[in-house]
């Protein structure tokens, strides 16, 4: 099982609908996948139409120790919802020695369960998200298209090598880990202007030696459709979307090394 974590601290970036279809592209290929919505916003949750139950949020592991049971949202594609009480838990976490490995130590018993665990992060840097960032095997970055996405990666991935290096610390299976940012992904691209086009040459100067996936468009009929409809981006009748959304998951298949996974 191999655990990924979206996560940017700058809001806007696509990063809860990547995972939504990334997620769900990954479930399409035989792979059993979990999301995990750790954003009290609970996008997540609502864009595929899960209305949670108490004590099926993180704020049930972050009182108790046990993760709540993930909810069936498709065959193989699965979610553990969040709701606006999980804002509590960033108090609550604060008073929990060692609970940012609260939700990887968690996981754990999940082995055997999935191949593939998505956790979205809330766009922050506080106790929750910090928690969800050390969650498993590395970090998933959108960037936007634009000066201000260049500039949100650029800070997310100082920030992956402090929390690999905090991680080895607190946990001896991190050492194995050699980088924390395992793969770039520019969203809302729109190769009409040149701001974009100039935006989309500089990501790979700004990643460095983490690979970056193909862009992903600026659709926002297509992504409007999904979120209202409550339902993946697949399921909106859009090839070309589809067909983005289909390239990202390659490029993260062969970034994380998708041959060391078993299929279910």
């Known amino acids: 099982m191999r655990v990924y974590t979206l996560f940017t601290h700058a ?8 995972a939504r279809d990334l997620g769900f592209e990954l479930a399409s290929r035989g792979y059993r996948v979990l999301l995990v919505d750790a954003d009290p916003q609970a996008n997540l ?35 553990v919802p969040s709701d606006l009480s999980l804002a509590l838990a960033e108090i609550e976490l604060s008073q929990k020695p060692l609970g940012e490995v609260l939700l990887r130590g968690a996981l ?22 910090v928690m969800a960032a050390l969650a498993g095997d590395g970090l998933v970055i959108p960037v ?23 991680l080895k610390r607190l946990d001896p299976r991190a050492q194995r880990l050699k980088r924390f940012a395992a793969l770039l992904v520019p969203t809302k691209y729109d190769p ?6 100039q935006a989309l040459e500089a990501i790979p100067r700004v ?27 697949h399921r909106v009748g859009n090839p070309e979307a589809v067909s983005e959304i289909r390239a990202v998951a390659e490029a993260f298949l062969n970034a994380v090394g998708a041959e060391e996974v078993a299929r279910g």
């Open 207 to 233: 990643a460095g030696d983490v690979p970056v996936s193909p862009p992903l468009s600026l659709r926002p009929g297509a992504y409007g459709k999904a979120t209202d409809g409550q339902v993946p981006l």
């Open 144 to 166: 936007e298209v634009s000066p201000k996405g260049l500039q949100a990666a650029a800070t997310v991935l100082g920030l992956a090598e402090e929390y690999l290096a905090s």
């Open 11 to 18: 809001g806007g970036a696509g990063k809860t609908s990547l």
């Open 45 to 79: 949750t609502a864009w595929l139409g899960v209305s949670p139950e108490r004590g099926q949020t993180l704020l049930h592991l972050v009182r108790t120790g046990e993760l709540p049971e993930p909810v069936e949202v498709a065959p193989g594609y699965h979610l």
């Open 108 to 129: 754990v018993a999940l082995e055997g369960r999935y191949d593939y665990v998505l956790v979205d992060s809330l766009p922050s840097l506080g106790k929750v998200a």
């Open 192 to 197: 009409r202007t040149a701001t974009g086009r």
